[in-house]
């Protein structure tokens, strides 16, 4: 087994994972993930270690799924995308509404909340990554990734608690 095949078995699935909960849809994940890979073969040379590999081939798959979306004209950001995959809310209509709104001011704060917040927030919850590898993306320490990330969160939760323009 080649060195790019060992890195293919053990990350294909992390990769896919994380593109499924950007897109939200498992076919265009399966097609981001090959392209991703396709794209790492050929730039393995390129790969100087500074980072771990699993976060090399995310940002690598990250920018192949902003490209597809390009591509294909479609307008979802990678938050909409993931907030598709939240689980369908069991209740009363009453109940059921209130999430839908929920899912929409969650959207929205996502869609406004500044960077790196938003990316970090999104590279910790849905890629799953840990603050040293976040640090390693950004080119900072694993303490700056956890304030950054904490910061997002207490933004996104003060404005889901005091309404759309609360900071």
């Not at 794209?39 to 270690?49: E, Q, T, V």
């Not at 979802?76 to 993931?82: G, L, Q």
Request: aromatic share 12%.
């Amino acid at each position: 087994m080649t060195e790019f095949e060992k890195i293919y078995s053990t990350y294909f699935h992390d990769v896919f994972l994380y593109i499924r909960r950007l897109s939200g849809d498992t076919h265009m994940a399966e097609e981001v993930t090959s392209e991703t890979f396709l794209r790492a073969m050929g730039s393995m040379g390129k790969f100087r270690g500074e980072c771990d590999i699993r976060v090399w081939l995310c940002q690598i798959a990250k920018n192949c799924y902003y490209d597809q979306l390009k591509k294909s004209g479609r307008t979802a950001t990678a938050e909409e995308a993931a907030l598709v995959q939240m689980p369908d809310p069991e209740g009363s209509p009453e109940e059921m509404l209130l999430r839908q709104e929920d899912t929409e001011r969650l959207r929205q704060i996502l869609h406004d909340i500044p960077e790196p917040y938003k990316e970090v927030f999104m590279w910790r919850v849905f890629a799953e990554l840990s603050f040293q590898q976040i640090g390693q993306i950004f080119g900072k320490t694993e303490n700056w990734a956890c304030v950054t990330y904490h910061r997002a969160r207490n933004k996104i939760r003060s404005r889901m608690e005091g309404g759309k323009y609360a900071e």
